[in-house]
């Protein structure tokens, strides 16, 4: 179960305790997030809305070991993160974190099949397994036959498929997910959001999103807003009211 | 191996840019390789130098001759093993573009002075017994396509009128020390005397002389020139190797120019490999930090940008090296003798490429830091 307020299980999946980030911009001290909670349970689809500049972005870094927090505590699976050294942190990350990105971030001069290959590379996975592993990836976002494609071969929505291939290839923890249709048609984007919705149910997936479309974070289990720095709930209102707001 | 992949997709991205850095490597290395072989033939004569000889000339200069007479006077002199005379002939085969060193030789001490070169007993005897003989090095032989038993006419002017003086090849002398000199043409000095004007009769053009210890050497040339000095000729005695030097700069600081150039070249090759590297980095920052992003170490980041500058060091260094393992012995060729025989030696090679890796990993080196410490927060945000 979604909790923002401190008061999840331990056994939560995710679990966020006091995050407080501040940066240093023009002199200034700008705390972004302060304080903030969350607990999210496996197989668990979470949408983070809220106005630019709000810490969106910043809250997926922390969750997937970018970014290191000021203070507070961030513990996935029993392993708490916010004190790894990088170098654990990036282990870590190819461990657990799966990440899909609005701009798709696919290595131009490799196909379709290599960009997926990429995080088993860091695996002792030999290349017979790893084929394996690749065309399943693939098979799963629906580009079996594209595989020897490369991203400028492809159009939007087939390259963010590529992208969400990559990053779950590796079955991770979880899945991180910045603007995922940000960049799309809304074609594309339904296409895109009905396949994460399918890793969520289907394949059991934990996906945390960060959205600015209210239709596309309708489609989570639970959309959080940030405001202030820290999580709320958010309701029908408020969804209705920030649509709104952006026409 | 699994990464190969990834690092030649990279290397390949660009491939207008790929080439002509490959290119310049290439030139820069052809180039480094051409300027050391030619150093090395001129500082060829000082390596091989015998430690145990002196060269005596005549203070004024080499032009100037000393009276034969010394030859006696010098090999009483203590520390001295022996002592033998040679004259420079100055003749023209064929075409004055035919150049090669050709000496009037003492038959009777010059295998005891100079024994690095072999001549078979049979045909030093037969060239002792030839007051027209003649013995040439290996090498000018095979360039001129002549052995023995041929009669080479040689047209000299500087003695007197123009003459064509006959001579008949009655042996063909080996260098035995690597590379040593082989190109030479050896006269008998008394066929010379003979045959120039009266002023120039009974004179040696430098003397020779072969020591009992290399350890005397200080002591004998101090010897040998105080011998001579307040006479009509004094000497100058030198070691051979510092003769040899002194022979070689008289050509100008020929090291200096060739390391000045080779290090302009190497500089410049690194500016430019550098700025290549940093530009193709700076083009990928985005994907650097979603290779980091997933899970690639800081330390992989560097080796993949490490990697992509040392295959084009090592391509662009092979391909420079291959060029000059062609084009060094048709240089040498069309040189016609005019420089030392230039000879590539492995060891060089070795050098090259060495030089040429240094040259990749430092060009490397910075952007492949500024990569490896590229946080991906910053990097995401500007993609």
């Known amino acids: 179960m979604i909790r923002v307020d401190g008061q999840g299980s331990s056994n939560s999946l995710i679990q966020v305790r006091g995050l407080n980030k501040t940066y240093r911009r023009g002199g200034e001290n700008i705390q972004v997030l302060q304080g903030l909670n969350l607990d999210v349970d496996k197989g668990d689809f979470v949408a983070f809305m809220g106005p630019s500049g709000s810490g969106k972005t910043t809250l997926l870094n922390l969750l997937g070991g970018l970014d290191v927090p000021t203070s507070g505590t961030i513990s996935v699976d029993g392993d708490e993160i916010t004190h790894m050294s990088s170098s654990k942190l990036t282990q870590w990350r190819a461990r657990h974190v799966g990440f899909v990105f609005q701009m798709y971030n696919l290595i131009p001069v490799l196909t379709a099949y290599q960009n997926v290959e990429l995080p088993l590379l860091l695996t002792k996975l030999s290349s017979a397994d790893r084929r394996k592993h690749v065309e399943t990836a693939l098979s799963v976002v629906g580009l079996a036959d594209r595989m020897h494609h490369y991203p400028r071969q492809l159009s939007g929505g087939q390259e963010q498929r590529v992208t969400i291939a990559r990053a779950i290839v590796s079955d991770p923890t979880f899945l991180l997910c910045d603007e995922p249709t940000g960049d799309l048609d809304r074609k594309s984007a339904t296409e895109i959001m009905l396949l994460i919705e399918q890793l969520v149910e289907k394949h059991g997936k934990t996906v945390l999103m960060v959205t600015h479309d209210p239709v596309v974070a309708a489609r989570a289990h639970i959309t959080l807003h940030l405001e202030k720095g820290v999580l709320v709930e958010g309701s029908a209102e408020r969804l209705a009211a920030m649509a709104g707001g952006a026409a | ?383």
């Open chain 2, 1 to 383: 191996m699994k990464f190969a992949r990834l690092i030649l997709a990279n290397l390949f991205r660009k491939k207008v840019r790929l080439i002509l850095t490959i290119g310049s490597f290439a030139v820069a290395l052809f180039l480094f390789t051409f300027l050391a072989v030619v150093k090395s033939a001129f500082s060829r004569g000082e390596e091989i130098a015998g430690a145990d000889r002196l060269v005596v000339i005549n203070r004024t200069g080499l032009i100037q001759v000393l009276p034969l007479s010394y030859d006696d006077k010098i090999a009483a002199i203590p520390g001295v093993k022996a002592v033998t005379h040679n004259h420079w002939f100055g003749g023209v085969y064929q075409d004055e573009r035919n150049f090669f060193p050709q000496f009037a030789i003492d038959i009777e001490n010059h295998r005891k002075v100079m024994t690095e070169f072999k001549v078979p007993d049979d045909q030093w005897n037969n060239f002792v017994k030839d007051q027209q003989g003649a013995v040439v090095g290996a090498l000018l032989a095979k360039r001129f396509g002549w052995k023995t038993g041929d009669r080479i006419p040689l047209k000299n002017a500087l003695y007197g009128a123009t003459k064509t003086w006959e001579f008949n090849i009655d042996g063909i002398y080996h260098n035995e020390k690597p590379g040593g000199d082989e190109s030479q043409f050896w006269l008998q000095w008394k066929y010379f005397d003979e045959n120039v004007p009266p002023v120039m009769k009974s004179t040696a053009g430098w003397y020779v002389v072969k020591l009992n210890s290399a350890d005397d050497a200080v002591n004998v040339a101090k010897a040998i020139d105080e011998k001579f000095a307040n006479s009509s000729n004094e000497t100058k005695t030198e070691t051979e190797s510092a003769f040899a030097a002194g022979f070689a700069k008289q050509l100008g600081n020929i090291e200096f120019l060739i390391l000045t150039i080779g290090g302009v070249v190497f500089f410049t090759l690194l500016l430019v490999t550098g700025n290549t590297m940093a530009i193709s980095v700076r083009e990928r920052t985005g994907e650097l930090a979603v290779l980091k992003a997933i899970g690639f170490s800081d330390r992989a980041v560097l080796f993949f940008v490490l990697a992509e500058s040392l295959l084009i060091a090592l391509i662009g260094g092979a391909l420079g090296l291959g060029f000059a393992i062609l084009a060094i012995p048709v240089v040498g060729a069309a040189l016609n003798g005019l420089l030392p025989p230039l000879l590539l030696s492995v060891s060089l090679l070795a050098l090259g490429l060495v030089f040429a890796l240094l040259v990749g990993a430092a060009s490397g080196l910075l952007p492949g830091l500024g990569a490896m410490r590229l946080r991906v927060v910053d990097a995401l945000r500007r993609v």
